[in-house]
């Protein structure tokens, strides 16, 4: 890979007034310049100012790589993409989300949806696991398939480099995955590329950058904390309803503030499924 510089921005939002939340997303400097997921709706302020301070055009802009379809990762797209002419990259699984924002809301509707999410963005360019961008002579984005947090959920690998959005989950936040099968293979299949495949840094959505012996650390405690949600939700199921269940797994966890969130609550449905 050429010579590149891969800069972190923090983009903070808020679901309610009571709810602050924060989202990571990359912008990696080579020739040209690339957004690995673009924040929410009015980032584009935060990311436009730093592509200035660092002396670049956003003009530069030369794609826009999005893990998965959730408003706080695609909110900017449609603008950077119609002011800069960016292509965009999903997966096919993301791809109906990111392109009818209104068929998310109802599947999945969360609080100041509309606001976080945008505007619908077209995907110019789908991508499965395994296929690979060369946007610009010696640079490679790689997909790489990580369902769980979502169904097309994807990373991209660039040289040494790994962009894994949400796919792990984190103890100490909201630990939302939607199938417990997909999570454990992404988090297995995390670990392998870590160990076997030569991956200096991990990026992600929810943390600080971590390097391999951290990534292997963090991925460690993910395992772990699905092995406790599901150890609770096989305990305390006795066939009551969602909600109740999510209160008592909530109570036994000593995670009082998750109760009332619908996609924890989407977190332990999946657990309880036979």
Aim: glycine share 8%.
């Amino acid at each position: 890979m050429p010579s590149t510089r891969i800069h972190q921005l923090r983009i903070d939002f808020s679901v309610t007034p009571e709810v602050k939340r924060f989202v990571f997303v990359y912008l990696v400097e080579a020739q040209g310049l690339y957004l690995v997921d673009s924040g929410v709706a009015g980032s584009e302020t935060q990311i436009l100012g730093h592509v200035a301070r660092i002396g670049r055009s956003p003009s530069e802009l030369r794609g826009i790589f999005l893990t998965h379809a959730h408003p706080d990762h695609i909110g900017t797209a449609t603008l950077l993409r119609e002011r800069f002419g960016c292509p965009v990259y999903a997966s096919a699984g993301e791809k109906p989300w990111i392109e009818d924002i209104d068929r998310q809301f109802q599947e999945r509707p969360i609080p100041s949806f509309y606001s976080l999410a945008g505007r619908s963005c077209p995907v110019d360019c789908c991508l499965a696991d395994g296929d690979a961008v060369h946007p610009e002579p010696g640079l490679e984005f790689a997909a790489i398939a990580t369902p769980g947090h979502s169904q097309g959920h994807t990373a991209y690998r660039a040289g040494q480099a790994l962009f894994i959005g949400d796919a792990v989950p984190v103890k100490d936040g909201i630990p939302i995955f939607t199938d417990e099968q997909a999570t454990r293979e992404t988090l297995a299949r995390l670990g392998r590329l870590v160990r076997e495949e030569g991956i200096a840094a991990c990026y992600p959505a929810w943390n600080g950058i971590c390097d391999a012996c951290a990534m292997q650390a963090k991925l460690e405690e993910a395992e772990a904390l699905v092995d406790r949600l599901k150890d609770a939700v096989l305990l305390l199921d006795e066939g009551t309803d969602l909600p109740r269940l999510v209160d008592r797994v909530c109570a036994r966890l000593g995670m009082p503030a998750l109760h009332a969130n619908p996609l924890f609550a989407r977190t332990i449905a999946c657990l309880r499924e036979r």
